[in-house]
């Protein structure tokens, strides 16, 4: 076991964590109290996690680190920044309402952020056990983590009224990932929340989701219906959904932090040509093989295809 001390350790995974490509790296106690684990709870009793069973299923477990693995006694939150570049094509909303074009969410325009970030937490996690000897555990939305607490508990922003994570260095655009260690480190200062009075993100949603501060209806969310709502979707709500076929930005981009954002730095993350505004024909024209092929190494993949066209052809009927 090397002989520095428990901020030396700190310091020294945070530099080698920079060295990896992680542009924001925060570490958190594993007891970050009964808030989160309370919020939870209050969401589930309230069906906002719609046909979500896998968060009830394991809410046991996702209420706290330590219900998840009893050994953790430090959370070390990493943030990938994935902000979209200058380009006026390439902004969020870009392609909204374009006839005969669908809009895709710029974090699933290039490469699969869970192949990216899993394989530089692998690195990071391999190198702290050769050099610690400790325990450990890596997570990329893998596991029942609540990675949006933690990430503020580690000083890498705060949840907005959106409920998603807002950094004041990189606005909206954080992916996260998160290694559990089996040694005590001094925790950063949590993230202090910084919205005030602002609702942009909730006056900006389309469907009425943020239907009060800091609380989602997946039930009415653009994200969930296009990717993980099977079936039919309500008329009312279709109507609202534009020609968004895969996950909504508008929240997101509406936050006034956005302005100090910064463009990503990781070819991974840029957008394929033709996931700008893809045609709605083309989709739609797609059989099951073609589908994997043009979506392969895409997070866009995991809707399958009947999704896929469900989502384009209310596209082509709401931009006629």
Known sequence: MTAETPTDIRETIRKRAVELGFDAIGFAPADIGPGPGKNLAAYLSQNRHASMGWMADRAQERKSPQALWAGVRTVISLGLNYGPPE??????????GLAGRGTISI??????YHDVMKKRLKQ???WIGETYGCELKVFVDTAPVMEKPLAQAAGLGWQGKHSNLVSREFGSWLFLGEVFLSIELPPDEAGLDHCGECTACM???PTGALDAPYQID???CISY???EHKGDIDPVLKANMGNRIYGCDDC???CPFNKFAKPHTEPKFDARAE???PRLDDLLALDDARFREVFSGSPIKRTGLERMKRNATIAKHNTV
């Open 218 to 220: 997946a039930n009415k």
């Open 203 to 205: 006056d900006a949603c």
């Open 225 to 227: 219906l296009t990717i």
């Open 124 to 126: 990071l996690g391999r």
């Open 275 to 277: 996931l700008l505004a």
């Open 252 to 254: 997101l981009n509406a």
């Open 87 to 96: 380009n006026e094509h390439a902004q969020p909303n870009a392609s909204l």
């Open 107 to 112: 974090y699933a325009r290039g490469r699969d």
